[in-house]
């Protein structure tokens, strides 16, 4: 159970980068779960002593109001890990969190983590850093918002997630895209089609696939 537990720590780069010394540690204090299609794993507002790990599947990450209105940050998948700064500080989750399909977390307890951070300092240095990017991610993200048009929003949105989950296919619903762009389903489908046609991507059920990474990149203001 160990190396299970071993191995889905070495699938997240910046834990892998602290070297085995600490992928053992967290291993030996931390659990596997295998979670059904659906499952609640986090609550906004509510208090976790733990962080997660994803192994398979994956993770809608949103927020809501109480009028019920609903923002799908990101749905992540595996070597994601989710609940970092709740654990860090021990203040309550940021976000909801629902498993989208069967798939399997791995916990570690906030204890575990605080005390490889004392006992390794690179495992602080990496939590500082990747802290650090998503905070930059968070500050590009509301600069987008205020100032770049729908479509320009539309392209960088997508540049995002694929360079996240390192693939070309997006597995992603119209729904939760509007959702994370805050648009309605008819004006998204308008810019998705409209990238379909300039052979930018190609639609399918539930799915992106980008087939022009340039011309996106272009789209969205990015260039390489």
């Given amino acids: 159970m160990t190396d299970a537990r071993a191995q889905a720590l070495r699938a997240v780069p910046w834990i892998r980068g602290c070297g085995e010394e600490v992928v053992a540690a967290l291993a030996g204090r931390s659990r596997l779960q295998r979670v059904a299609d659906g499952t609640t794993v986090a609550w906004r507002g509510r208090h976790g002593d733990e962080m997660l790990v994803v192994v398979r599947g994956q993770l809608e990450v949103s927020m809501g109001s109480a009028e019920g209105r609903r923002h799908v940050v990101n749905v992540v998948g ?4 989710f609940g ?4 860090v500080d021990g ?15 791995l916990w570690i307890h ?9 006992l390794h300092p690179e495992l602080s240095h990496a939590v500082v850093l990747l802290l650090c990017s ?4 968070t500050y590009d993200a509301l600069a987008a918002h205020s100032l770049l048009s729908m479509p ?3 392209a960088r949105t997508l540049v995002i997630l694929l360079e996240e989950r390192g693939t070309r296919v997006l ?7 509007a959702d994370m762009l805050g648009v309605t389903r008819q ?3 308008e810019q998705l089609q409209s990238l379909a046609r300039q052979g930018v991507i190609s639609l399918g059920r539930g799915r992106v696939e980008v087939l022009d990474r340039a011309a996106l990149r272009q789209a969205a203001g990015l260039w390489d």
Avoid: Y
Wanted: aromatic share 2%; glycine share 6%; hydrophobic share 50%.
């Fill in 78 to 81: 595996p070597g994601t890990v």
């Fill in 110 to 118: 906030r204890d575990a983590l605080l005390a490889a951070m004392r």
């Fill in 171 to 177: 597995a992603l619903t119209q729904a939760d895209l």
């Fill in 187 to 189: 004006s998204l489908n």
């Fill in 152 to 154: 320009a929003r539309l």
């Fill in 84 to 87: 970092l700064i709740p654990v």
């Fill in 134 to 137: 998503r905070a930059r991610k």
């Fill in 91 to 105: 203040l309550p989750w940021l976000h909801d969190a629902v498993t989208k399909g069967a798939g399997e977390v």
